[in-house]
């Protein structure tokens, strides 16, 4: 089992910039694909971005790409997200998932772990 711990939400301003920041802990980071969703009040949780292991593919939501870039560093176990330009409908709540194979995957079934979110909230 991976433990996730989120950080690096808050209030920006639209147009404004965020880092976030996924510490995993319990198992190399280097074993599992890994993964950002989030959920707005109200709607579903969405998928946002994702990683292999070894950080050489990467898939992102339509509505975020050119926006935001996934990252990952191995020898530190962290996986991180890069938001840029960001727009009010960005704001939700941003959770860090753990896969159990090594690929990356937009699916939030493929996922066994997950942090406990972040909150991202962009004004207009």
């Known amino acids: 089992q991976v433990q996730l711990v989120e950080s690096g939400g808050g209030l920006v301003q639209a147009g404004g910039s965020l880092r976030l920041s996924c510490a995993a802990s319990g198992r190399p980071s280097s074993t599992y694909g890994m993964g950002w969703f989030r959920q707005a009040p109200g709607k579903e949780r969405e998928f946002v971005a994702t990683i292999d292991w070894r950080g050489g593919s990467t898939n992102y939501v339509e509505s975020v790409k050119g926006r935001f870039t996934i990252s990952r560093d191995n020898a530190k176990n962290m996986v991180y997200l890069q938001m840029n330009s960001l727009k009010p409908e960005d704001t939700a709540v941003y959770y860090c998932?753990?896969?159990?194979?090594?690929?990356?995957?937009?699916?939030?079934?493929?996922?066994?772990?997950w942090g406990r979110g972040t909150q991202v909230t962009v004004s207009s």
């Open positions: 998932a753990a896969r159990l194979a090594r690929l990356s995957s937009s699916n939030s079934d493929d996922y066994a772990s």
